[in-house]
């Protein structure tokens, strides 16, 4: 692995967090709102930023996917994790352990180059 894979699974594990918390914290928060008080505008937007942070989720996935040369498997994966309320918070953990590994194997190439 390289830099560049490394600062795909870095931008991935930034997002992966926010995502995790928007449905649980934006949609069922709003929805409990608006059924309890007259404030049915709020949805279209906290909808609008749980899509949003969403797709970008899925975007740098791609990225991930293209540069790690990830299996299908754990693509399908994380993309699961994306669906499942509070589920990022554990691919974050994960991508954290991806992102260590790709970091020392981009070091301990860099080195190698260096004393060769």
Known sequence: MDIKTATALHRLRL???????SFPALLIFGSLLSRISDIDFLM???????GVLFVIYALFLLDVWNK?????K????F????????????????????????????RARREAAVEA
């Open 44 to 50: 279209m937007p906290l909808g609008a930023l749980h």
């Open 79 to 106: 993309f699961l994790l994306a669906v499942l309320p509070f589920g990022g918070l554990y691919g974050d953990k994960q991508l954290k352990r991806y992102e260590a590994e790709a970091v020392s194997a981009s």
């Open 74 to 77: 754990r693509v399908a994966f």
């Open 15 to 21: 997002i992966s967090v926010p995502e995790a918390l």
């Open 68 to 72: 790690a040369k990830w299996p299908f």
